[in-house]
């Protein structure tokens, strides 16, 4: 192949990629959005996140600064005769002491945030989350000390984005927007709605193969294995709605399991969780009486 048709490709596969992924990624163009998330949660790593960033940032600037002053100012061409020693022992344990002094401070800050993110006691609430070939089901296992009666549901790609994605449907996804917010690929037809200012565990499975419920927002991921459970917990301050996506390549759809979870008020969410509860104890007495129904009559005696 020709420079020239080396140069026309490698311009095809940027212009295709940037189609495929540019598009994606300023469809709801954000503050800051090429930095991890900051999070609306109580317990987010953003701030270690942060540290850790501009730790290395004044390591690159010491060490490229140093490098380059010694490319351009002390060059052949300018007359620099290069020094004849071995080594300075003092040069030597300056630069092992820093950078050891810098990883134990970087250490124990990741070591307090992990404790913090594994310590789910004194939950208020727990959510078992069960990975699905391509969905998302949501089990509402307790809330304040009390067990939740049989409230939990399926939650999936909601319908238009479905039917939009589908070859040859000649649907413009640029279409499905909430309030102006490119919606394609990122809703569901049943969120997840949680409270706030609550600590909440989740139980986190697998039902088939490995997944991974990830919510950006919440400033964590956790893997949906099957038969191991994982556990995670979040305390929302802020009420809204935040999206996510499964996290781990799944299968076909993998790309199709979004997750959105609704934070709301307390008192907004405990009225929604009791109309939950008795719309499921109406399911359960129409399905009693429908076995009962369909049961056969007794044979008569004698």
Same mark, same amino acid.
């Given at each position: 192949?020709?420079?020239?048709?080396?140069?026309?490709?490698?311009?095809?596969?940027?212009?295709?990629?940037?189609?495929?992924?540019?598009?994606?990624?300023?469809?709801?163009?954000?503050?800051?959005?090429?930095?991890?998330?900051?999070?609306?949660?109580?317990?987010?790593?953003?701030?270690?996140?942060?540290?850790?960033?501009?730790?290395?940032?004044?390591?690159?600037?010491?060490?490229?600064?140093?490098?380059?002053?010694?490319?351009?100012?002390?060059?052949?061409?300018?007359?620099?005769?290069?020094?004849?020693?071995?080594?300075? &022992? @003092?040069?030597?344990? =300056?630069?092992?002491?820093?950078? %050891? !002094?810098?990883?134990?401070?970087?250490?124990? $800050?990741?070591?307090?945030?992990?404790?913090?993110?594994?310590?789910?006691?004194?939950?208020?609430?727990?959510?078992?989350?069960?990975?699905?070939?391509?969905?998302?089901?949501?089990?509402?296992?307790?809330?304040?000390?009390?067990?939740?009666?049989?409230?939990?549901?399926?939650?999936?790609?909601?319908?238009?984005?479905?039917?939009?994605?589908?070859?040859?449907?000649?649907?413009?996804?640029?279409?499905?927007?909430?309030?102006?917010?490119?919606?394609?690929?990122?809703?569901?037809?049943?969120?997840?709605?949680?409270?706030?200012? &609550? @600590?909440?565990?989740? =139980?986190?499975?697998?039902?088939? %193969? !490995?997944?991974?419920?990830?919510?950006?927002? $919440?400033?964590?991921?956790?893997?949906?294995?099957?038969?191991?459970?994982?556990?995670?917990?979040?305390?929302?301050?802020?009420?809204?709605?935040?999206?996510?996506?499964?996290?781990?390549?799944?299968?076909?759809?993998?790309?199709?399991?979004?997750?959105?979870?609704?934070?709301?008020?307390?008192?907004?969410?405990?009225?929604?969780?009791?109309?939950?509860?008795?719309?499921?104890?109406?399911?359960?007495?129409?399905?009693?009486?429908?076995?009962?129904?369909?049961?056969?009559?007794?044979?008569?005696?004698?």
């Amino acid at each position: 192949m020709t420079s020239g048709g080396i140069g026309r490709s490698v311009s095809a596969w940027a212009a295709g990629a940037f189609a495929l992924f540019g598009g994606a990624a300023w469809a709801n163009p954000e503050p800051n959005q090429l930095n991890m998330t900051k999070g609306v949660a109580e317990w987010s790593p953003y701030a270690m996140h942060m540290v850790a960033l501009w730790v290395c940032v004044v390591i690159g600037i010491v060490v490229f600064g140093a490098m380059f002053i010694a490319m351009f100012r002390f060059r052949k061409s300018r007359g620099a005769v290069a020094e004849k020693w071995s080594h300075s &022992t @003092k040069l030597e344990v =300056v630069w092992t002491v820093i950078p %050891v !002094i810098i990883l134990i401070f970087l250490a124990h $800050l990741a070591t307090g945030g992990l404790t913090s993110f594994a310590d789910t006691t004194n939950s208020e609430m727990t959510i078992k989350v069960t990975g699905y070939q391509w969905k998302w089901r949501y089990d509402y296992v307790d809330y304040k000390g009390k067990g939740v009666d049989k409230v939990g549901f399926m939650s999936k790609l909601e319908e238009t984005s479905n039917r939009t994605r589908q070859l040859k449907s000649n649907l413009d996804p640029a279409k499905i927007q909430v309030d102006g917010y490119s919606t394609y690929l990122l809703d569901v037809d049943k969120p997840l709605v949680v409270p706030t200012d &609550t @600590k909440i565990r989740f =139980v986190i499975v697998g039902g088939d %193969v !490995i997944h991974s419920w990830w919510v950006p927002a $919440l400033g964590w991921k956790m893997d949906a294995i099957p038969g191991i459970a994982n556990a995670a917990w979040t305390k929302i301050k802020e009420p809204g709605v935040y999206r996510g996506q499964c996290a781990e390549l799944c299968g076909q759809d993998h790309g199709f399991m979004p997750i959105v979870v609704k934070a709301v008020p307390k008192a907004e969410f405990e009225q929604w969780l009791a109309a939950q509860e008795d719309e499921a104890k109406v399911q359960k007495a129409a399905q009693t009486a429908q076995t009962v129904q369909a049961a056969p009559a007794p044979a008569p005696q004698g």
